[in-house]
C-alpha cells in the first residue's frame, strides 16, 4: 500500500510489499508456526503410543474464564478440573481446557478415562489419540497456508515484476487525470484514493492507494507520466521514474 508519490525508482521488493505482498508473508509465517507446533505435536503424540497410560478421572470442579481484546470481541476458555492417581501412586489435580460442548455435557461428580504421560503426568489425553489428531489437523491448516502463501508470491510478485519491467523498458507516455476517487479501503478510518487516468488509446488506468493529503496536488486535469505495460500502464507516482541507465525509450505524447 503507498502512502507517499515516489520521487526515485521503487525496488522490487517495495512494490510487492506495496501491492499487497506482505498479506503473502503473513501466510508464510502463520505457516512456519502451525509447522512447528505440528512437528511438536507428533513428538508429544509419539511420547503417548510409548509410554502413555489409562486411568481414571473425577471432574472435582468446573469453570470458565472470559476475557476481551482490543476490539471488544470476548472469548471463553472452559476449564475442568480433573482428579487422578496414577500407577506409580502420584495423586494429580490437573485444570485442562476443554471445548463448550465438553464442558456444558460434564458435571462435577462425573468420571472420565485419560490418558497420561509416565513422565510427566500432568500432561494429558482426555480422548486416545487426540495429541496426533491435532497434529495432523495443525499441518494440513499449515498447508492450505503454504499454497495460499505461494499463489500469492505468484499474484503480487508478478505484478511488481510486470511495473518494474515496465518502467525500465516500457513506452512513456503522458496522460491527463480524470478525477482522483475514493476507494472502498480505509486506514485507522481515513479512505484511501486512487488517481485515475486515460490514454492516448481510450485506456483508462489507476494507480495505487494514496492517503488523501499525498494527492493535495494532484486532481482532475492534471499531466502524469505512466509507463506502458503488456497488460496495463503504471504511475511513475507509484513506480518511481525511470533511472538513467534505462532512458534510452521514446517519451510518447
Known amino acids: 500500500m503507498a502512502r507517499q508519490i515516489a520521487t526515485s525508482p521503487v525496488s522490487l521488493f517495495s512494490l510487492f510489499w506495496r501491492m499487497g ?13 502451525l509447522t512447528l507446533i505440528s512437528l511438536s505435536a507428533y513428538h508429544t503424540a509419539a511420547r503417548f503410543e510409548t509410554e502413555g497410560l489409562r486411568t481414571t478421572a473425577e ?10 481484546d482490543s476490539d471488544g470481541d470476548r472469548t471463553v476458555t472452559y476449564y475442568l478440573v480433573l482428579d487422578y492417581t496414577t500407577q506409580a501412586g502420584q495423586d494429580m489435580n490437573v485444570h485442562r481446557s476443554v471445548g463448550s460442548s465438553l464442558y456444558n455435557r460434564t458435571q462435577v461428580g462425573a468420571v472420565m478415562p485419560v490418558w497420561y504421560l509416565a513422565s510427566e503426568p500432568d500432561r494429558l489425553e482426555l480422548s ?10 495443525a499441518q494440513i491448516i499449515g498447508l492450505v497456508f503454504a499454497v495460499a502463501f505461494l499463489i500469492g508470491l505468484w499474484f503480487w510478485g508478478g505484478r511488481a515484476v510486470a511495473a518494474t519491467r515496465a518502467r525500465r523498458y516500457g513506452a512513456r507516455e ?50 502524469i507520466t505512466v509507463y506502458q505495460g503488456i497488460k496495463r500502464a503504471w504511475w511513475e507516482g507509484d513506480v518511481g521514474p525511470r533511472a538513467p541507465e534505462y532512458e534510452a525509450q521514446t517519451v510518447r505524447h
Do not use: C
Open 174 to 223: 503522458h496522460v491527463t487525470v480524470t478525477g482522483v476517487e475514493p476507494s472502498s479501503v480505509t486506514v485507522n478510518k481515513q479512505r484511501l484514493y486512487r488517481v485515475h487516468w486515460r490514454e492516448a488509446s481510450g485506456r483508462t488506468g489507476q494507480s495505487m492507494l494514496y492517503r488523501p493529503d499525498a494527492l493535495a496536488q494532484i486532481g482532475r486535469g492534471t499531466e
Open 59 to 68: 471432574v472435582t470442579d468446573r469453570y470458565f474464564r472470559e476475557s476481551r
Open 21 to 33: 505482498g506482505w498479506i503473502s508473508l503473513i501466510f508464510l509465517a502463520i505457516f512456519a508456526i
Open 128 to 137: 486416545q489419540g487426540e495429541t496426533h489428531t491435532g497434529a495432523v489437523v
